[in-house]
């Protein structure tokens, strides 16, 4: 049996006059590292997206839009060593196809991706040094990575650095209703210090948006914890450690929403676009 899977949820059903998206599915096996499973249901048809499997290539996160940026995935790559496999890629086709848009180098992946709401054109991506070793709790990491935007689909990329630190691995949150707001857990430096930060100018300067450290601890395990914004209210927002922390104020405070002081080893909020009560 696997440790942990995990399912993560894109796309937009909206009915009306806007766009139908496909529903697209993440399934992914974090005891082996690789081997994800990409699906997408549309007008009831299931497709298995996958490149071959000798590639090895793991999504860790998507982000579906419309204009030019398509569908685009942060792709892990093979965790045990270089590989070409790792960076960003986008699919103009519905998935049938991809294309490597952002790159660092052979020991980088794409970390995560989001859309923005308002301009599907702009498309802010992270990129994560990391390595692991053949042997147990063995890991190397660096900051070769960092937090890019793109604002023309994907074709091209800046890295945003401006109030950031050296960035070992970024989460990014957009909040829905102001997309000018973002927010992001970092982990900073060669021992990956993690802080939570927020931009008020669509990441073109960051600065570190509390100085209480519980919203900031990791998942158990290790993982970078999760960010989630309400759908309505850019002050509200959720950070995912052992126990849910939620703040008010757009980060500044914050107080423990569900869980045990031990930890329920919360990984990931999803709060109800037309819905925020609905968590």
């Not at 931009?199 to 600065?207: E, I, N, Q, R, V």
């Not at 922390?245 to 757009?250: A, E, H, P, V, Y």
Request: hydrophobic share 30%.
């Amino acid at each position: 049996e696997a440790e942990d899977r995990r399912e993560r949820q894109t796309g937009d059903r909206r009915d009306g006059n806007a766009l139908h998206l496909p529903y697209w599915a993440e399934l992914w096996d974090s005891s082996i590292g690789m081997g994800q499973m990409l699906v997408k249901w549309q007008t009831g048809d299931l497709d298995r997206l996958l490149p071959k499997p000798s590639k090895m290539l793991s999504f860790l996160d998507l982000g579906c839009g419309q204009g030019l940026s398509g569908t685009v995935a942060a792709a892990l790559g093979h965790i045990y060593g270089p590989n070409p496999e790792r960076g960003i890629f986008r699919s103009l086709d519905g998935g049938k196809t991809w294309k490597k848009v952002l790159y660092v180098n052979d020991y980088v992946s794409g970390d995560d991706v989001e859309i923005d709401p308002a301009n599907p054109n702009i498309v802010y991506a992270t990129m994560w040094q990391q390595q692991q070793a053949p042997w147990e709790n063995g890991q190397f990491a660096g900051t070769d990575g960092g937090i890019f935007k793109s604002t023309d689909g994907g074709n091209t990329w800046t890295k945003l650095t401006k109030g950031l630190p050296d960035v070992q691995q970024a989460l990014l949150r957009i909040a829905p209703s102001e997309p000018n707001r973002l927010y992001a857990s970092v982990a900073s430096g060669e021992e990956g210090e993690v802080g939570l930060y927020r931009s008020d100018d669509a990441g073109a300067s960051w600065y570190t948006m509390t100085k209480d450290s519980r919203p900031a601890a990791r998942i158990g395990g290790g993982d970078l914890p999760q960010l989630a914004v309400d759908s309505n209210t850019a002050d509200i927002v959720y950070s995912d450690p052992p126990v849910l922390w939620k703040s008010t104020d757009g980060g500044k405070t914050w107080t423990g929403f569900r869980g045990a002081p031990g930890g329920d080893d919360y990984h990931q909020t999803w709060i109800n676009p037309n819905n925020p009560d609905i968590i």
